[in-house]
Structure formats: C-alpha cells, structure tokens
C-alpha cells in the first residue's frame, strides 16, 4: 500500500508561483506514475498534470505553459511548480500514484489507485 503525503499548499496572490510536493513512502522498484488533482469548491475533482513512470508528462489545458511536473532525483517525489496562479487555480490538491508500471499517464482519475489528504490552495488578493 502506498502513502502519498502533499505539502506546499498556502495563500498566494494573483501571479505567484508555488511548488507543491508529493512524497511515496514506500521505496518501489521504479519510479511511481503520479497525477496531480484539484478540487474546487462546488466543482468536480479535475486532473491538471501527471508524470508517467518512464518520465513522460501531460497536462489539462488549463494549466499547460504555467505548471510543470517533475520528479525529484529521489524517485519517490514528485513536485508540481505553479507559475502565474489566478483564482481559478484556488482548490485542494492532492496526488495520486497509479501502483504500476505506466509508460504514458493520464489525467484521468480512474487511472490512479493510491490517493493523498490533499493540500489547500488559495489564490486571492
């Protein structure tokens, strides 16, 4: 079973970057395929990025130009940079891994097993 921790989250204003943080606790044998979601208040939970075991990365429209995924040289943690954040951006976010191999990831929900509390992410002036 793995155990996905978020951290980052926070208030910013109109503009600001954040980075957001997920950590595996366990040690796999190859690199977790992780999504990242949110989850705005009223909405339904939206896919916006995720990186494939083999390192390959997609994006929702939405956010394409101004996040970015990447995984950090320790295999079990994957960061999501947000740059130029707008209100739209305010939500939870949390982090999925798949719990297997996956060579291209998607930023469809069903595709994720192992699920994170999620980290508060409010974007306001």
């Known amino acids: 079973q793995v155990q996905l921790v978020e951290s980052g989250g926070g208030f910013v204003q109109p503009g600001d970057s954040l980075t957001l943080s997920c950590a595996a606790s366990?040690?796999?044998?190859?690199?977790?395929?992780i999504g990242w979601f949110r989850q705005a208040p009223g909405k339904e939970r939206e896919g916006i990025a995720c990186?494939?075991?083999?390192?390959?990365?997609a994006y929702t429209q939405s956010v394409e130009g101004r996040f970015t995924i990447s995984r950090h040289s320790a295999k079990n943690t994957v960061n999501l940079r947000m740059d130029r954040l707008k209100p739209d951006d305010t939500g939870v976010y949390s982090c999925?891994?798949?719990?297997?191999?996956?060579?291209?990831?998607?930023?469809?929900?069903?595709?994720?097993?192992?699920w994170g509390q999620g980290t508060q992410v409010t974007v306001s002036s």
């Open positions: 366990d040690s796999a044998a190859y690199p977790h395929a």
């Open positions: 999925a891994a798949a719990g297997k191999f996956v060579k291209y990831c998607s930023v469809v929900d069903s595709s994720y097993r192992h």
């Open positions: 990186i494939s075991t083999t390192g390959s990365t």
